[in-house]
């Protein structure tokens, strides 16, 4: 008859059991009966789930790791998980935000020192080229400079050449004169031999003449005057 009364009061204990969790303190002793003076036979940790099978003098009697069963005073139970358990439920299900977002925060950080990188490198490309600018705007004055001077000389070379082109008209002019000189003195020379040739043959016909006729007239004038003087 005890068994039975035992095995109903353990099937009602079982139909009855209340889903209960161990309190926010570290330890809470779990005994052999339901007063302070049974012994201790198990220090279970807090936010530990247990399940309620009944109640007596202050004390629960729980089923936890299982199907062990004992009693603990109702001081140590809630029933909502303590604080500790959703600490611990939130840093299981928050470690791996966290771990995302400390990736999240590295990869930031290294994008912020490749963005400090590229901000050091354009900066420096910057200043380069503003160099380079004071370079070349240098440079151009320079061709400016060098440009006007060129034209400077390019207006002297053409006035140069003006007066050359003045001065081979000049010498061709003169050349031509001296060439008409040349031909008009050699023209002259000419006709002065041939007005010598001329003379010179008047005054040998002159002589033949001379000879022929008028000497042999004298001499025999000469001749007759000899004789008359005799």
């Not at 200043?127 to 600018?133: F, K, N, R, T, V």
């Not at 000049?170 to 006709?191: C, F, M, W, Y």
């Amino acid at each position: 008859m005890r068994i039975l009364t035992a095995g109903l009061f353990l099937v009602s204990s079982l139909s009855m059991a209340e889903q209960l969790y161990i309190s926010d303190a570290l330890q809470a002793p779990i005994r052999s009966g339901s007063t302070d003076n049974y012994r201790i036979i198990k220090m279970i940790n807090a936010g530990e789930p247990v399940e309620k099978l009944s109640e007596r003098n202050g004390y629960v009697q729980i089923r936890y790791e299982g199907g062990k069963t004992g009693w603990i005073h109702q001081s140590f139970l809630m029933n909502e998980p303590s604080a500790r358990n959703y600490i611990e439920e939130a840093k299981e299900r928050y470690e791996p935000l966290m771990n995302e977002n400390n990736a999240l925060e590295a990869q930031i950080e290294k994008l912020k020192e490749q963005q400090d990188n590229v901000k050091n490198r354009l900066n420096g490309e910057k200043s380069e080229l503003e160099l380079e600018l004071e370079v070349l705007n240098a440079e151009n004055e320079a061709l400016k400079s060098e440009i006007i001077e060129l034209r400077k000389l390019n207006e002297h070379e053409i006035e140069l050449a003006q007066k050359n082109e003045e001065l081979n008209k000049k010498d061709h002019l003169q050349k031509v004169e001296i060439t008409r000189l040349t031909q008009e003195n050699a023209r002259l020379q000419s006709v002065n031999r041939s007005s010598e040739w001329t003379a010179g043959a008047l005054i040998l016909l002159g002589g033949i003449i001379l000879g022929s006729a008028v000497l042999p007239r004298l001499f025999a004038k000469t001749r007759r005057k000899r004789s008359w003087d005799f």
